[in-house]
């Protein structure tokens, strides 16, 4: 049993937790995702030169009989050869997302699993803002739940976030991942004065990008009215 019982985590608390981690986790899979992602670009950079070239080649070939936009398209699909280099193309940058996608995916899983299935009890994200993942005696999660936690995460994020939000309404303060594993997350301290100040720096950043992209988008609607 752990020594301090807790009480159970608010929503908010719980999303300063997981900011931290994602930040921290963010910066570590950057190292190993940028080199991928910048291949992947460059792979359909490729992708659109070989499709100009070869536009640019039916053109000049067409002389005065220029074909419509949608004709020409369907005559460079035909092409085999063509056709070919699109089926090349896509699937070189299908398997560089793919593996992108599956380092992210292990790297997030050890990290939540490892840490919230050990004696840690919590990610650091956790542990910074005194929280830690229990099973519902108030003992260790232990691996097995750690890892049925993370993967009912999935079932939170394709729920358009429905299953992390109801922890800010059931009164055991459960997301819908918690609820499948039989997990809980629970404060042993009282919030740091600093993550609270990291929430209101969040909530700064993301009132200004709001105003940008409505300011962006007032002055877009100006200019067209000025024309």
Known sequence: MSEVRG????????????????????????????????????????????LQDAMVERLMSAGSELASPLALAAKLLDDPAIAAA???????????????????????????????GSAWEGTPGKRLVGLRVRDMHGGAAGIGRALARHLAGAISWLTLNLGHAIAGWRRD???????????????????????????????????????????????????????
């Not at 986790?25 to 940028?34: I, R, S, T, Y």
């Not at 997302?97 to 995916?105: C, D, I, R, T």
């Not at 997990?183 to 940008?212: D, H, I, K, N, Y």
Request: aromatic letters at 12%.
């Open 86 to 116: 699109l089926r090349e193309a896509t699937t070189q940058v299908t398997w560089t997302l793919a593996q992108a996608a599956f380092v992210a995916f292990g790297a997030s899983a050890i990290y939540f699993v490892a840490s919230e």
């Open 173 to 227: 303060r459960r997301a819908l991942h918690d609820l499948l594993a039989g997990t809980q997350v629970v404060a042993v301290s009282p919030m740091p004065a600093w993550a609270r100040a990291w929430l209101a720096l969040q909530g700064a950043l993301l009132v200004g990008v709001l105003l940008g992209a409505i300011g962006w988008l007032a002055w877009q609607l100006y200019q067209l009215a000025t024309l």
């Open 7 to 50: 009480e159970p985590a608010g929503f908010w608390r719980r999303y300063a937790a997981w900011s931290l981690d994602w930040t921290l986790l963010g910066a570590l899979l950057a190292l190993v995702l940028v080199p991928l992602l910048v291949r992947a670009w460059a792979q359909l950079q490729l992708l659109e030169q070989e």
